[in-house]
Every structure is written in C-alpha cells, then in structure tokens.
C-alpha cells in the first residue's frame, strides 16, 4: 500500500484519561506514523472526538447544534495531533471543509494531493462540514476521495466482535470479515452509512486496538493481529 488513511478515535487519543490528551499516546502515534511515512506510504488522518464530546448522548441539546460541537472537537484533536507530529519530525497540513480562519486549510483533493505528494502527513478535521454525518462516515469519504488503497481504524478495542466484548467475555472476535457480513450481521464496528460506502467503492478496512504495542505499523505487516475487512 503506498497511501493510507488513518482514523483515529477521539477515545483513543485520551488514552487511561478518558477525556482530553494523553500526551504519551498522541506521541507514539506520531512516532508510528513517522516510520510509515519514512518508508514511503502517504498517510492521512482523521480523528474522532468523542474525548471532549458525545453529542448523541445529549437529550438538551439539538441535534444540529450537537453535531456542529462535535466537528470543532474533531478541529482541536486535529490541530493538536498534528503539533505533536511536527515535534517528531514530520511536516503536517490540517484540512477543514469550512473555513476556519488561519488554523486550517480548505479541503480540495487537488490541495491533498500536493500536500501528500510533498510527503506531508494531512489531517481532515470537521468531519464532512454537515451534521448527521459521524467520523466514520468523513474517513470513508476522504479515503474514497483521495483513493487511498485502505483505511487503517484505530480503536479503543483491538477489532470487530461479534458483540461488544465490555460486556460479554464469550464475545467472539473476527480475524477477517466481509463488510456485506458487517451489514448484514449489524455489526457496529463502522457506522451503516461508512459501511454502504466501503462496500459501494470496494474501500478495504484493517481494525486494530490502538493501545496495542507498535498497533499502527503492524497493521501495516503480516504481524496484523486486528481484523481485515474485505470488499
């Protein structure tokens, strides 16, 4: 694979905390991803951000407004990440599909392209620009939209189970798996509209547990030990 877009969980990203930073996790990541890109693989990131912000589970707030919250959250886990990026040794571009004064850049895939090919490390913050819409679904569209050749999710477990393995210790745990079967079986290891899309344009998926040692490179080898979605 020579470009890859990796969506990180804003739950991740906060590490033992449970909210905000852990700065040690985001320096690890960025220590990982600096070992991809040093072996010439083009990375994108998207990162939830659901460590400052869970609108859904809001009953006061509506839903738009709720949703608007949660792009910004996803603005500052991108602006911070990709700080910590920089401080590693990697030069970084942060994109917006709204203008948000000098912080960001205004998504265009030509734009992208050109930061990619200078060997930068890009960020999608913002989600899509509209509510409805989660981080699972902008990943899937941004992956599709620069053709990367797989998403790589980082989450706070280490795969897809056939239910929520917090809760049920017999849960089972999917090596491989089709996204047909995650449709179908109503597995919530995506949302169902990143789901449709993943299956609509053949876009593969490797799940991963973040805190995994050394998750995000051995995503990318055959010491892969999350689960491989296929198309």
């Not at 203008?99 to 930061?115: E, G, M, N, R």
Request: hydrophobic letters at 45%.
């Amino acid at each position: 694979m020579k470009r890859v877009l990796l969506k990180l969980s804003g739950e991740a990203l906060a590490g033992d905390k449970k909210t905000g930073f852990d700065e040690a996790v985001c320096i690890d990541v960025a220590h990982q991803v600096k070992k991809l890109v040093d072996s010439g693989i083009q990375v994108a990131i998207v990162a939830g951000g659901g460590n400052f912000w869970r609108g859904r589970s809001s009953e006061t707030i509506d839903r738009v407004k709720a949703d608007q919250i949660g792009m910004l959250a996803t603005v500052m886990n991108c602006i911070y990440v990709s700080d910590i990026f920089r401080f590693v040794g990697m030069d970084t571009e942060v994109f917006t599909p709204f203008v948000c004064s000098s912080f960001t850049t205004l998504f265009s895939k030509d734009a992208t392209i050109k930061s990619l090919n200078e060997n930068k490390v890009v960020f999608f913050a913002g989600g899509t620009g509209h509510p409805y819409f989660t981080t699972d679904t902008s990943a899937m569209l941004r992956a599709i939209e620069i053709e990367a050749d797989a998403i790589l999710l980082a989450k706070a477990i280490d795969g897809i189970y056939d239910s929520d393995p917090n809760q049920n210790p017999m849960a089972k745990k999917y090596h491989e798996i089709c996204i047909r079967d995650i449709i179908k079986n109503k597995l919530t290891a995506v949302d169902l509209t990143a789901s449709i899309m993943s299956m609509e344009n053949k876009m593969p998926m490797l799940v991963f547990g973040l805190k995994e040692p050394n998750s995000i490179v051995e995503a990318m080898s055959e010491n892969f030990n999350g689960t491989k979605v296929t198309v």
